[in-house]
């Protein structure tokens, strides 16, 4: 009958169903229509999905990054470096090249953290409520330029001020 609704044909809902074909967005709309869910909500996730088709997140970090963005509460314990989900892009950009991750999937994975970051501690109406503990090295330990550091923990102390975020170091 789900498929009958759709429509699909029922063995294409359950090769969605099981990973083994991909959605596309009207079709994920109609779902989550029919399923009385949020679409943004579960958008982003697919979003996600769909841009790790060109790799831009590896395949393990998938269903974190899908919790993430279905949580309520993210707590982050960072030692070294910034919350991911409290990097302005810069610094990203300046992490990934650290790492060693390839020229071509840096830009693609950069954007990813940021709409990542757009779906969680941005999201309308109700954001992820972030809880950040950070050794105090991380606030000194330069990634990127002295400029892109000055921006890093410009936007740290901005995000600092938001009811949503609570940052202890």
Known sequence: AFGDAMPLHRTTVAKIESGQRHINADT???WCELCHVDFELYEAGARLAWVAEASPVPDWFEDFFRAQVLAHTIRAWCPIIMPG???VPEYARALNELTGTPDDLIDERVAARIDLQQQ???RKPVPVKMVAVMDESVL???FGTVEVMH???AHLAALAQRKNVAIQV
């Open 28 to 30: 994920l709309r109609r």
């Open 85 to 87: 989900l409290l990097q």
């Open 120 to 122: 969680t501690i941005e």
């Open 140 to 142: 000194y330990r330069q």
């Open 151 to 153: 921006k890093q923990l």
